[in-house]
């Protein structure tokens, strides 16, 4: 079984769904035809910018970044307000940049200032409402072919991702645990170090970089005979129920690794520096906070703790 890498091999990635023509500039005269009539079959965004505007030239790539991240399923229109004084005047426009969007022929939804790319695509988010985009629809996809073992399918999903969204969490965590899926621990190292500590940070990479961390320390799965023998022999022979616990993860035996986890923090909480619990808390976010064994070892680790 064989993963490229690269995000930018072009040989590992599918072409852009987006359809042409999703973003134009438009003006006073051809308001109706540009805003007013597309709205009626999908949601247009009027970004209205001047030249001299310093946040405009920030927000305006962004915009047109994400409309083409969704696929056809809203529209921008781009307006300079000096060169369209009379409309911005109709719109109360008093400052900009300044965004509208319409459906249906009428407004719905707007800001004005500067905003991060997350809230432009919650923005986005709440005019198309349960329509998925193109990226969406991909990562579902994606998260589909690896949650079946199927990471040549997976993998070459996330680095498309990628390509068309270099800063996609999700795309990024997925990446890295098809590597160490199919061991490749070492290039899931090289993606980590290629990310600033912002991307780092996310939720989803985090969790996959915690995951790095449990296989690098995990022994062979196929020790847990001998390690089992060894802690029923001696139950308190804390390093071996420890190495018990990582050969349990690297089997992908989640719940007994954690059980053995939480024993160990039972007989012995401060143990080489309280390994037994900073190990859970690893697993916990590799898994994931709301999976359903996170949430009942971490109940049972709760209650110890306060015992």
Same mark, same amino acid.
């Given at each position: 079984?064989?993963l ?46 001047a ?6 030239k ?32 109709? *719109? ?5 940049? =300044?965004?509208? $969007? !319409?459906? #249906? /022929?009428?407004p ?21 409402g349960?329509?998925?985009?193109? *990226? ?5 996809? =994606?998260?589909? $072919? !690896?949650? #079946? /073992? ?19 969490a ?22 980590? /170090? ?21 296989a ?9 005979a ?12 804390h390093?071996?129920?420890?190495d ?7 089997a ?27 190990q859970?808390?690893?697993?916990f ?23």
């Amino acid at each position: 079984m064989s993963l490229a890498l690269d995000p930018n091999d072009p040989a590992a990635l599918g072409p852009s769904a987006a359809p042409a023509n999703l973003i134009k500039d438009s003006d006073t005269a051809n308001f109706g035809a540009d805003v007013i009539e597309p709205s009626m079959e999908v949601p247009v965004i009027v970004d209205f910018w001047a030249p001299w505007c310093g946040p405009c030239k920030q927000l305006g790539p962004l915009l047109e970044k994400l409309v083409t991240q969704a696929g056809g399923l809203v529209r921008m229109v781009k307006i300079n307000v000096d060169e369209n004084k009379e409309l911005a005047g109709q *719109l109360r426009i008093q400052s900009i940049p =300044a965004v509208f $969007a !319409f459906k #249906d /022929g009428q407004p719905a939804d707007g800001f004005v200032g500067a905003q991060t790319e997350r809230q432009i695509k919650d923005f986005i988010g709440r005019l198309i409402g349960d329509a998925k985009t193109p *990226l969406d629809a991909a990562l579902e996809q =994606a998260k589909a $072919a !690896f949650e #079946d /073992g199927n990471i040549d399918v997976a993998g070459p999903i996330y680095m498309d991702v990628m390509r068309q969204d270099p800063e996609n969490a999700e795309a990024i965590a997925g990446l890295i645990r098809c590597s160490i899926t199919i061991g490749k621990l070492e290039h899931a190292q090289e993606i980590i /170090g290629q990310l600033d500590d912002k991307i780092k940070a996310a939720p989803e990479v985090a969790a996959a970089i915690s995951a790095l961390e449990l296989a690098e320390q995990s022994g062979d799965s196929s020790d847990t005979a001998d390690l089992r023998q060894k802690v029923e022999a001696d139950p308190t022979n804390h390093q071996s129920r420890f190495d018990l616990a990582m050969a349990y993860y690297g089997a992908q035996q989640n719940e007994e690794a954690l059980r053995e986890l939480l024993e160990l923090f039972r007989r012995d909480r401060a143990w080489d520096d309280e390994a037994a619990k900073k190990q859970m808390l690893k697993i916990f976010e590799a898994l994931g906070h709301d999976h359903p064994t996170t949430l009942e070892i971490r109940k049972e680790l709760t209650a110890l703790l306060y015992s």
